[in-house]
C-alpha cells in the first residue's frame, strides 16, 4: 500500500479496510484481527501472530484431561530414546 487511507466506521461499528491492505496481510473474510490500543492509535493484527508462549497455553488448555500426565518426567533430556528409541541416558 502506498500510503494511509481514512475509513469510516459504519453504524455497526465495522470498519472496512481497503482491499489491497487486506490482501498485502492475508486477511481474508472470518480472519480474527487483534486490536490494540498503542500510543494514541489502535494496532491491528492477525490473532495468528501472537507470541508463541501465547499460542501454545491455548493449545494445552485444550488438550484432554491427564494428556499432560501422560508425558515422560524427563522431558527433552531423553528426546533420542523417545524419538528414535535409543537407550536412555540415565540407565
Do not use: C
Request: no cysteine; net charge negative; glycine share 10%.
Amino acid at each position: 500500500m502506498s500510503g494511509p487511507s481514512t475509513v469510516r466506521v459504519d453504524p455497526s461499528g465495522a470498519i472496512l479496510l481497503p482491499e489491497e491492505l487486506r490482501r498485502s496481510f492475508g486477511l481474508l473474510p472470518g480472519t480474527e484481527v487483534v486490536a490494540e490500543a498503542r500510543n494514541g492509535g489502535i494496532l491491528l493484527r492477525s490473532a495468528a501472530t501472537k507470541p508463541i508462549w501465547e499460542r501454545l497455553a491455548e493449545r494445552a488448555e485444550q488438550l484432554p484431561p491427564g494428556a499432560l500426565d501422560r508425558l515422560p518426567a524427563e522431558g527433552a533430556a531423553e528426546i533420542d530414546h523417545h524419538i528414535y528409541g535409543t537407550p536412555k541416558r540415565g540407565d
